[in-house]
Every structure is written in C-alpha cells, then in structure tokens.
C-alpha cells in the first residue's frame, strides 16, 4: 500500500506532507491487497465502503472513510479514484483497482458531488449542505481553489459542455439549473426546471440538457442555450440519476421512488423501456465493459444489484452497508457523456 497522505492549505493551493499510519484502514486493506478488480460501492450513512470482487460477486472488504461518502470519480489520468466525504469535509484518493487508501485531501468543505472539466483544467465540487460551489484549478497533479460561489439552494449533481465553457449545476429546492462560466466562475444564468432536479446529462454534440426530476415522474429536456424546456420524458416517480449505455445512442435514468430504471432516446428523446422488478431506491449506476451487465446501488435495501441488459432483469443482489450510494469499477463500460461517476 502507498504511504498515506494529508493535503493542507497553503497560499490557495494544496501541499502534501506525510501523515501517520492509518492502522484500522491498513488492516482492513490487508486481506484484499490481492484483488484486482474489485467493485467500490460507497455506504453513506456507514462511513465505509465496500469492496466487491467483480468475477465472483463476493464482498472481500469493508474499508472506514470519512462522514458521508455519497460521490466518487476518477482522476483524469485514471491513477486514482476520490471519493467525496462530505461531512467529513475531505477526499480520500484510492487505488481505482483495488481500493486501497492512496491519500487524502483536507480542508474540502462540504464535497458532494465532484467533476473534472473535460479539458481537465477545473475541479468542481458542489455543497450540498452549504449552498455553495467550488471551483478549483487543476494542473494534472494538484488543486488551488479559484472562487467559492454562493449557489442556492442545495447544488447537487454536475455536468459539463465539452468545450470546457460551461458547467450546469441542478439546484434541488429551488427547482432550477444554473449554468456556471468555468472561467470566470460566475452564474450566466438560472431557470426553473421542475421539482427537485437532480441528475443532469448532455445528449450527444451538447445538443440538450436532460434533467431528473426526483420530485416528479419525468425528465426534462432543457434547450439550454435558449434556456426553454422543449419537452419531458415520462420514466418514473424519482426520476434520478443517468448513466451512459456507451452505443452512442440511449442513456440510463434510476427512478428512485417507482424502483425502476428507465432507457431514454438520445435521439427521439423518448422512453424506450423499462427495467423493473428491482429493490427499492435504485441510485447510481455503472457499466461493464461488455456492456452485457449493469450494477446498481440501492439506497434504501443495504443492497447492490446486477442487472442483465439484454434480458432487463436484475439476476442477483449483493448485501452491503446502509445507504449505498456511488459506485465504481476500473473495468467499466465507457462514459460516453459529461458525468463519470
């Protein structure tokens, strides 16, 4: 295992210096340093994550984080993998592979959900608890902080143009999306979209904007650079989260109230079917990278499940911790839109 990090604040960036050893972290790694390819899944409400060996479905791990893991995602250069304390108010970088604890970030207020631009020049992280965005340059190795930008109420999940201008940020109780300038960290605008939007996702060439309407049954369909709703896509009550299919051509939601995952048309931009018979509170999801199988986390049944794309049955479940929430594998399908995880 890497030695174990603390990053500080100094004059507006990030420096590194050498920690203690992290006793109960390290006897916990111990057993499943051997694991290649485990599957991450973040227990919010346990402070731990969980690790899963992808071949045999089998949990081999139990690791402690900080308060509140809900988000995870890669770096650029795929060498690690961060996960969003929130309360904790810190990230904790692990090996994307295996899990193991590789660093952590300090002094990170309030980090919920996280994204890379993708020219991978900034670093956002919206506080959720805080009503706050931060944004921070990124140099391939390092963070400094470049505004904290008041951003109410409750900013929660991200996504990017992919010219790096722009980040669109959903605002749970306001019922609104703002659309950030990346590169002078301001608000260029606002507009109501529904209640309690949550996931956002570009259709292909940034064509639209889709939003989950977690309060409502629907996704909306946002014709940002005119800031108009053109259309919505009835899928299901909670309406939540995406997740790319990686054809080029459908993109995945969770419907966390009706326990469904519905597939949506980039193209048409309609509902093409639906994957049901699933445990309540179906969130994050991920790929792989076959394209045969896809994992969820389900936030309200202490458990992940697996889903056979090509029959839209969930074939197994996997008991972890309370509130899983994120989830991630190395060997996963690609992402083909502006989230990643």
Known sequence: MRNIFRISRSS????????????TIAAALSATAAFANNVIV???????????DE??????GTVPTGKEPHHLMPTPDGSSLIVANSVSNNLMFVDPKTGALQRWVQDIEDPYQLGFSPDKKWFVSTGLRLDRLDIYRFDGKNLSIAKRLPLATMPSHIAFTNDSTTAFISLQVSGEVAAIDLATQTVKWKMKVGKVPAGVWLTPGDKYLLVGMTGADYVAVVDWRNQKIVKTITTGKGAHNFRSMADGKHVLVSNRVANTISIIDEDSLTNVGDITGLLPGPDDMELTADKKYLWVTFRFAKHVGVIDLANRKLIETIKVGRSPHGIYFYNR???TGPNGG
């Open 42 to 52: 973040l227990n919010s409400a346990e402070a731990t994550l969980s690790l899963i």
């Open 12 to 23: 507006g960036s990030f420096r590194t210096t050498a920690a203690g050893a992290a006793l």
């Open 333 to 335: 399908g690609p992402v």
């Open 55 to 60: 071949n045999t479905h089998q949990v081999v």
